[in-house]
């Protein structure tokens, strides 16, 4: 089973038509390139939008369903910028339901992998406070999730996945508002996952980073912002190894990379471009195989 995972994508509404224009152009043809790898499902881990706006949604669902794409969204700050959850959830989860009303997550089984999606995400407060929260609800029904996955002989991975990191696990967590503010109680229930070792898929940070295992026995894969870091997650999972790849965009036409230069440099409103060598990261942030034969 392989599946894929995108960073914090930004899809942004623009002032100016042609820089409008690039954006879809550049998205096309990245979701063409993501859907070509033909993964069992793919994610867009938050941040999915600039804005949150219905338009930046419905464009970008657009785009996505013309490159025969799939994207199962978890929802970041960005995306909670202008909508209520409510409104919000119709794009988010790849059609499935949230378990609870309090927020967009759930949970399912694919292939050899439990799949366990998580809402970090505030509503409207990203402008003063972009950090992440899990409220005690769904912290509940966290634990719940890790206590039958520890009852069960199958499936035999746990892959957690969030917008925002862990605090001081991936690359820049450790600073103000880049990782869940609630942190320690959520690795309180995270250290009772007893079928190890288990993952934690992240975003937000906008760098390629791996860490762990952790005291607890989890891995912690940041993916990098496609904007910054030119490229997304590619996880195969075989009965005895996980292997994260990171797979670069091919700008091998000219004028995908003029498209790509033009929208990451015009936003209308901030978006910081940070040194991209960094932010790539190192071989061990970008490649691992995970061996649990």
Avoid at 177 to 199: C, D, G, H, T
Avoid at 227 to 247: A, N, P, Q, S, W
Wanted: charged share 20%.
């Amino acid at each position: 089973m392989r599946f894929i995972i995108l960073g914090d994508l930004h899809y942004a509404t623009y002032s100016k038509p042609e820089v409008a224009a690039a954006r879809d152009r550049f998205f096309n043809a990245f979701f063409g390139q993501v859907a070509a790898h033909q993964a069992d499902i793919v994610f867009a881990i938050g941040d999915v939008t600039q804005h949150g706006s219905y338009a930046e949604l419905q464009n970008q669902d657009k785009i996505e369903t013309y490159a025969g794409l799939k994207l199962v969204r978890l929802v970041g700050n960005h995306d909670a910028d202008s909508l209520e959850k409510a409104e919000l959830a119709p794009y988010f989860l790849g059609g499935m339901r949230s378990v609870g009303e309090d927020g967009l997550y759930t949970a399912f089984t694919l292939g050899d992998v439990r799949f366990v999606l998580l809402d970090t995400a505030r509503v409207k407060e990203s402008h003063t406070d972009y950090g992440g929260i899990i409220h005690l609800r769904q912290l509940t029904w966290l634990k719940n999730e890790i206590a039958q996955f520890n009852a069960a002989l199958s499936p035999r991975y746990l892959a957690v996945m969030a917008h925002h990191p862990i605090t001081n696990t991936t690359h820049r967590s450790e600073k103000p508002m880049l990782s869940i503010l609630n942190s320690s109680e959520v690795q309180q229930v995270l250290a009772q996952v007893q079928r190890k070792p288990a993952f934690y898929f992240c975003g937000h940070n906008h760098s390629n980073s791996i860490f762990g295992p952790d005291a607890n026995g989890w891995y912690h894969v940041q993916a990098g912002a496609p904007l910054e870091t030119e490229g997304y997650r590619v996880i195969t999972v075989k009965r005895d190894f996980i292997k994260v790849e990171t797979v670069d965009i091919d700008f091998g036409d000219s004028a995908l990379r003029a498209d790509f230069d033009l929208i990451r440099y015009n936003f209308d409103d901030d978006f910081t471009i940070h040194d991209f060598t960094l932010f790539y990261g190192n071989s061990t942030d970008r490649e691992f195989v995970f061996d649990v034969s």
